[in-house]
């Protein structure tokens, strides 16, 4: 059991944990994460806990950790929003600034209906779509166009990708800026990129979160193990880290 004491003194006891799946241990081989939230916390802790620092966040609504942890063979829960109240706020110090980061999560996600077209965010820093904006999510069965997309956005600049996602097993998205270079990762594979149209490297004070933070952009559906870094990931790790969390093992039954 690990004890992590959290920015506002609350002590928080992991629970005991069987040997590391595939996917973690590819990721802390690779290390270098500036955070990492497992979104894995029993339901009764109100504190999400980042496992790379102390950025860690609080649990908005009531989120349900009870989920099958996403990454394959990972003997972790994974966090389920329902659309309605449920998010994590993260502090301020947990925001992506600069103009080398990525940020890396896996969803799962339902197909449902919205009353608005707007996506649905499971990363929201500020506004996406604005300058400081961040913001990685998902387009509703109903929207008007890209429906059950992966969409991104850094400042101005809009990525979609190009499969539909909705009531499929996993997903593994990954976001990267590089300059004014942006880049759209599922499942492995780039879908979308684009050039910065506004280049801000700044960090806005609006607020970060995972599931959104209000209605009508607020996610519905699992989200596990999200991580942001300071660098680039490039196309071969990114490759590494998706077919790490989603390739059975020898001896599965398929």
């Known amino acids: ?13 992991s629970r005991s944990r069987l040997a590391a799946s595939v996917w973690e241990q590819t990721i802390r081989d690779q290390g270098g994460y500036s955070t990492w939230w497992r979104l894995s916390e029993p339901n009764d ?12 966040g609080t649990y908005v609504g009531s989120p349900q950790r009870q989920s099958a942890s996403l990454p394959v063979h990972e003997p972790d829960y994974a966090c389920s929003f329902d659309g309605i109240d449920d998010y994590v706020s993260l ?10 980061y990525s940020i890396e999560m896996w969803l799962k996600v339902p197909s449902f209906d919205a009353p608005s077209d707007d996506t649905k965010w499971a990363w929201l820093q500020a506004a996406p779509g604005a300058a400081g904006g961040i913001g990685v999510g998902v387009r ?41 270079a942006v880049k759209l990762y599922v499942n492995g594979a780039e879908e979308a990129s684009d050039t910065l149209a506004n280049s801000s490297a700044g960090i806005s004070g609006d607020g970060v979160s995972i599931g959104g933070k209000n209605s009508p952009d607020l996610f519905l559906g699992v989200v ?31």
């Open 91 to 100: 502090p301020l110090g947990a925001a992506i600034g600069g103009t080398a």
């Open 140 to 180: 509703p069965a109903n929207a008007s166009s890209n429906i059950g997309r992966i969409r991104a956005a850094v400042n101005t600049t809009v990525l979609t990708g190009t499969t539909n996602i909705l009531d499929t097993e996993r997903v593994h998205v990954v976001l990267t800026r590089n300059g004014t």
């Open 224 to 254: 596990d193990e999200v991580l942001t870094w300071g660098s680039v990931l490039t196309a071969p790790q990114v490759a590494l880290h998706y077919e790490a969390g989603s390739t059975p093992l020898d001896g599965d039954l398929t």
């Open 1 to 13: 059991i690990t004890t992590v004491t959290a920015t506002d003194g609350i002590k928080v006891l």
């Open 45 to 56: 802790t109100t504190i999400a806990v980042d496992q790379a620092g102390t950025y860690h």
